[in-house]
């Protein structure tokens, strides 16, 4: 009995731990396929790491729809940057139990990570202007002017 | 003999037109402001750059005219149906500098659907757009919401004869005072301080859930202004679903049924006139139509065994339904849920509450709660009028602010909108279905435009057809301004070139 154990949990061991990285559509559109599954996910955290207590919920975006992750808030602590504004956020990968519909979070499609690794630092991006910009808002400023003391002489000169 | 338009008819219209992009231009100065503030130099010269051009455009247009003439009814709605669609072009440009939408037609798009207070939104990336162009995709919500000229008329014009004109022609049919300028100043009183109240609970709820404090407070009054004006635009990609609250829900689902409540019955809450709410034909309606509409959906999904459970049917089933019914179209589901999980008749259910919107002289769009009472009390009538001896007198009244006898004329005017948006919403689904989509689909996001809802069955997206593109914005505009205006520039342009 013990050794048909032991096979068995060799031979599951793979399976888990090689979980192929599935994407947001996927998970959404086939997601009875994947209800309850030991899934990995991969993208960029994206807003803020919102701490809840002991889990925290983190919002990570695989380049085309951002999924809940809900993590262990010490866990959590592994993101130094999300991503926003001039900002890439970590890169991570989640490996956890995905839910259809979560029955602890109203419903929500969600993961529940068991574990999750940074498999690329987040950077802030240096905001450039581009010249041209600069130079069309100079342009506009000037015609601009030049149309208002055009339209400010005229009402003087038919008040006149 | 259809008269050509003179060239006075075309001064008139080309000086309000300029007042309100003068107008728009006041507006771009906040995210301008804002902008500045918060370091974000890019978008800073996006915004100046389109301030100024409105400007010009503006101080352009008024160049021909310096006095006040009386507006007709025609110079009215003409100006109204121009003034968005020049407000959609103006407003769509600091988006399109910004990177973030693919074409200045995806731009346009989003314009209008702020504008209309949609929510369909075609941008890309949304979750690294700058703070700036968030708070302008919301303000666009929240002006649109009480009306682009009307804000420019309150502001600017008093005393204006002609500005009812312009007030019916953006698709409100009520005044709350005998002036119209009052009206408008009213209806920015209550959005003022519900503005204030609703980002107050918002950021509250937002720090205790774990945002950092200025981000709950930048996120409370985006989410408010949108839900408010019944939009449905969001800082985030995920819509709603990014906060994972359910406290953030129901502050939401109270914003937008306060948005969807008439002007007038604001009026009378703020006079403590609680009765008048509870008497009203659009209250009632409307209840009755959530009541029906919520079966149908909650039938749906417990027997595709979606939602079993109440807590959460009521907690997704519930939320999408109100978000429908009141034409705000924020989502605690992704797009792709809707066709590949929630089945045909939860669907069907979202789908009938979008096409009934919320009240008059609301932020609302569709059909309208006070036209489907009205529609339903002559039905009663008729049916008694069958029953009844024939020489009995058939009496039907309602309620809305005061009794009101049901005639023939307000029966047959309130069938031809509802007509004119059942058409709407069969051309768009026609038009997408000609783009190879389904029957369901089509007609979901097509009721979606036209009743500006913005709960998106996953269309609307950056890569779908120009020609549906295009659809979805003259569906946005149209329903928004409830067709006569758009009507009486189509005319106005026929009798430009045809006429004597």
Redesign the interface.
Known sequence: MLKILFATSLLLCPIVSSAAVVSS?EL??N??IYDGKIIEYEGEV???????GSH??I?V?DGN??I?VWVLSEHAQKIKLS??????GDRIKVRGVFNR?C?E??????IHAQQIQVTELGRKIE????PV??K??WG??I??GL??IL?LY??HW?RN | MILKPHIEDLQLISFYLGKVTIGLALAMAIPLVFAVILGEFSPAYDFLISTELALLIGVLLTFNKSTLTTLSWMHGMIVVSLSWLLATLIGAIPLYLSGHWLSYLDACFDAMSGFATTGLTLVTDVDHLSYAHNLWRHLMMFIGGQGIVIIAVSLFVSGLSGAFTMYVGEGREEKIFPNVAHTGRFIWLVSLVFLCLGTFALTVCGICEGMEPFRAFFHGLCIFMAAFDTGGFSPQSQNILYYHSVAFELITVVIMIIGAMNFKLHYHLWTANVSEITKDIETRTFFFSVLITFFIVAMGLVNQGVFTKPALLFRKGFYQLISGHTGTGYQTVYAKEFVKQWGDLASIGVLAAMTLGGAICSTTGAIKMARLGIIWKALVQDIKRIIFPERAIIVQKFHHVKEIFLEDKLVRSALMITMAYFLLYCLGALIGMFYGYGFLESLFESVSAAANVGLSCGITSPNMPVGLKLTYIIQMWAGRLEFMSVFTLVGFVYAAIRGK
């Not at chain 1, 994206?46 to 809840?52: F, L, T």
């Open positions: 559509q959404i559109i997601a009875s994206i807003g803020e790491v919102m701490r809840r925290s919920w919002n975006y729809t951002a809940g991503g926003k504004y001039c900002q890439i519909r029955l979070h109203g419903g929500d499609l969600d905001e450039e202007i581009p910009k600069k069309v808002a506009f400023g015609i601009l149309v208002w339209h005229r009402k038919n």
